[in-house]
């Protein structure tokens, strides 16, 4: 069975700070991988997506960038935090054929401050 | 370009009551998916349902079931003997096989009263 894993669960940075959020993937190969912001008590923001190793495209354009080393592992990243990166960040797994049917992981609640 | 609605940013249902979550979306697509998600206090996004546009039967997953009007272009979610462990975010998606990407309602709020 899949299984997708996110850490670290909860980070508290402060502004100007780098950020790195790991995302993995096990039980399957070559997924699509997407990351997803969600602030407090609210929708899901899609960040990035990647349709296969070194393809990442970005939706929103912010001081996020994202990474894909390995076919199943997915990075979150930044060079200097803002207030405004606080929130809910969320990573989700599809097949390729089936893009439309996501499959999300626990989830990691950064706090910039 | 595709969107997803829902209209009401907060239900509440008694305990063993029916609620019905409402999602309206747009497309000038005939072939699609459409999905409801669940996030719980957790924040666990949790698939629910799923239903394919092609198919005139609605979805249903035990407690769960969907009103879908295609013509309507309306995707509502019943939930049955609602349970306090029903209490959570609710989300409706849409998306299709050509599409990389999940468009994603702003999502509705579900109290459980006991």
């Known amino acids: 069975s899949q299984t997708i894993h996110q850490w670290p669960a909860t980070l508290v940075q402060p502004v100007g700070s780098p950020l790195s959020l790991e995302c993995t993937v096990e039980?399957?190969?070559?997924?699509?991988l997407y990351w997803y912001r969600q602030a407090a008590g609210r929708g899901l923001q899609l960040l990035f997506y990647?349709?296969?190793?070194?393809?990442i495209s970005s939706e929103v354009p912010q001081n996020l960038s994202a990474s894909r080393p390995q076919d199943r592992q997915f990075i979150l990243s930044s060079k200097k935090l803002l207030l405004s990166d606080s929130g809910f960040y969320l990573c989700a797994w599809s097949r390729g054929l089936t893009p439309y049917e996501q499959y999300f992981g626990p989830g990691t609640r950064l706090t910039v401050t | 370009a595709q969107t997803v609605t829902q209209s009401q940013p907060e239900m509440s249902v008694q305990e063993a009551e029916t609620v019905t979550l409402s999602c309206t979306y747009d497309?000038?697509?005939?072939?699609?998916?459409l999905f409801w998600y669940k996030q719980p206090p957790s924040r666990q996004m949790i698939l629910v349902i799923r239903?394919?546009?092609?198919?005139?039967q609605n979805a249903t997953e035990n407690r769960f079931s969907v009103n879908f009007q295609k013509a309507a272009k309306s995707f509502s979610l019943k939930i049955s003997d609602s349970q306090l462990g029903d209490a959570a975010m609710y989300f409706c998606?849409?998306?299709?096989?050509?599409?990389?990407?999940?468009?994603f309602g702003p999502g509705t709020s579900l109290s459980v009263i006991p």
């Open positions: 497309t000038s697509e005939s072939d699609y998916y």
């Open positions: 039980g399957t190969s070559n997924p699509n």
């Open positions: 239903q394919e546009a092609y198919k005139q």
């Open positions: 998606a849409y998306g299709k096989t050509s599409y990389d990407k999940v468009i």
């Open positions: 990647s349709v296969g190793i070194g393809q």
